[in-house]
């Protein structure tokens, strides 16, 4: 395993940023992009690797890999429509430590024999659609992508892209690619069991491509809870908050059901005892004592376990909340009393994947209050 793919396998969630210029499905994105400067940029923000598109049709070339190679460490993926072995050379020559392998477009054989012909180079194994992941798995592809947009008529199916990422073989490199826009999306990707996600249109159009790159990366997500109306899902999306929770067990902050959320945020639907089936993208289930929720959950997507939930015990204070939940190995979604004025605290001190705001945010039980909602997410960032 090489550069490429080692990079990816580095704990938390990766991204590959990607540099083009046009797209055949979206037409110019930034036709003055400069391979090099935001190669560098990119990996000023947090990226594993950079993704340089070297065909024409994408406005690509192979003096932006050279370009790329010059300004970043980053092992550089070169991505193109790739066939024989001189194109896998003259990307090695060029500076890629990886290339891209389209299984739409190639027999098994053809795809073996390119992964044996330039053994200097990692590759990203691009599959579609289920039959297409069998294949990559057979061929023993470490670095698996699967891709979101159908590239015969350029759709885009995010929920059957997480469904081929839930069912990837854990022994591998898994990437999501296309369709990512906001941290939602990535949140998405990284709870399905996606090591990386590649990025390039929604950081080509941004005024910032970096800039948007360090927000999809953003750790903590931050988690309001207890919604009840839709005028206060909306201003928690619009203060930026990323997952929206709806209590659906006894409480008075209980909701009839969860409400919809914008496509920037993922609905949580949180029960104690048992759950029930809601649509929700996540759940959030505690167990029941002595008629109270139980102090600590578990975060759920499709049945499987993705978070620990670390919470203070019911209606009662804890000076060790905070460094119990630091000892706590994988994704923290931290709560309890949790405000405005503490939260950054919290974080600096437990580094959660995401924190979770209820009372503090409230006008009454059940009723936000905007403005504590706006300064609980700022107060995060």
């Known amino acids: ?80 429509f790739f066939s024989t072995r001189e194109h896998l050379e ?48 057979a061929l023993g592809a470490e670095v698996v992508g699967l891709n979101a947009r159908d590239l015969a008529t350029f759709e885009i199916d995010r929920r059957a892209q997480l469904d081929l990422v839930a069912r990837a073989p854990r022994d591998r490199v898994i990437v999501a690619e296309s369709g990512v826009q906001n941290r939602a999306h990535a949140a998405a990707a990284e709870l399905a069991g996606a090591d990386a996600v590649l990025v390039g249109s929604a950081l080509m159009r941004a005024p910032d491509p970096a800039a948007k790159l360090a927000d999809l990366l953003r750790r903590p997500l931050v988690k309001i809870c207890g919604l009840t109306r839709e005028e206060d899902v909306a201003a928690a999306a619009e203060a930026g908050a990323d997952l929206a929770g709806f209590v659906l067990a006894e ?40 008629g109270h929720r139980a102090r600590d959950g578990v975060l759920f997507r499709d049945g499987e376990a993705v978070a620990k939930v670390l ?56 009723i936000k209050d905007h403005e504590k909602v706006r300064a609980f997410v700022e107060a995060t960032r």
């Open 251 to 290: 409480s008075p902050r209980r909701a009839h059901a969860p409400l919809t959320v914008p496509d920037s945020m993922l609905s949580v639907g949180v029960f104690v005892g048992a759950a029930g089936e809601v649509g929700t993208d996540l759940v959030q289930l505690y167990a029941e004592d002595n």
């Open 1 to 80: 395993m090489g550069r490429f793919a080692n990079a990816l396998r580095r704990p938390g969630l990766g991204a590959i940023a990607e540099v083009k210029r046009r797209s055949p499905s979206a037409g110019d994105l930034r036709s003055d992009a400069e391979p090099a400067v935001l190669a560098r940029s990119f990996e000023e923000a947090g990226a594993a690797a950079v993704s340089i598109l070297v065909d024409e049709r994408f406005g690509g070339t192979w003096d932006d890999l050279r370009a790329a190679r010059a300004a970043t460490r980053l092992p550089l993926l070169a991505k193109g």
């Open 311 to 366: 919470d203070l015990p019911w209606l009662e204070k804890d000076v060790g909340h905070l460094q119990r939940a630091a000892d706590v190995d994988g994704r923290v979604l931290l709560a309890g009393g949790l405000a405005p004025e503490n939260v950054r605290a919290a974080i600096d001190a437990v580094q959660p994947w995401a924190v979770d705001a209820s009372r503090s945010t409230e006008a009454e039980p059940g």
């Open 90 to 137: 003259e990307a090695r020559a060029a500076g890629a430590d990886a290339a891209l392998l389209l299984l739409r477009d190639l027999e098994d054989a053809t795809v073996l024999e390119l992964m044996r012909s330039v053994p200097e180079l990692d590759f990203l194994v691009e599959a579609h659609d289920a039959d297409e992941l069998r294949r990559a798995e």
